[in-house]
């Protein structure tokens, strides 16, 4: 195969492979940005920024490395290498992409149980209506000795 055969054959093996992750991405990340943002549209939304995001920056990088010159003693081997680390690029950028979405996950929970106990502090803090006094109806008789 030709130099610029491998080129080709590398660009659609990356490119195919970017998208694929992307839409794992997509699908995983749907679930943890459902349970931050609680609204379908705005989950949508964030994920399709996200997405859009993973799969500019990841088509740039694999661009960069498709013309990097790996010295390799056959045009076999240095498409492995490449497409090596075509794969790594990959795996990180996935890794990283999860990686904030759980951090947002984890952080929308401790605003949640930081708004619980200040709800409940605030309860306890709150001046507390005294004890109504009972009035009798019963006539009062003075105890005779």
Request: proline letters at 6%.
């Amino acid at each position: 195969m030709s130099d610029t055969g491998m080129y080709v054959t590398l660009l659609v093996v990356a490119i195919a492979l970017t998208f694929l992750v992307g839409r794992l991405l997509v699908t995983a990340g749907e679930p943890f940005l459902q349970e931050v943002f609680r609204d379908t549209s705005v989950t949508r939304s964030v994920n399709l920024l996200l997405s859009v995001l993973f799969h500019l920056i990841t088509l740039g990088v694999l661009a960069i490395i498709s013309v990097i010159d790996i010295g390799g003693q056959d045009p076999l081997q240095t498409f492995v290498v490449k497409l090596g680390v075509v794969l790594l690029v990959l795996g990180v950028a996935y890794g990283i992409s999860m990686l904030v979405l759980i951090r947002v996950r984890e952080r929308r929970r401790a605003d949640q149980v930081s708004e619980k106990v200040q709800e409940r502090l605030a309860e306890r803090s709150a001046p507390r209506p005294a004890p109504e006094t009972q009035i009798s109806t019963q006539p009062v008789v003075p105890k005779q000795p």
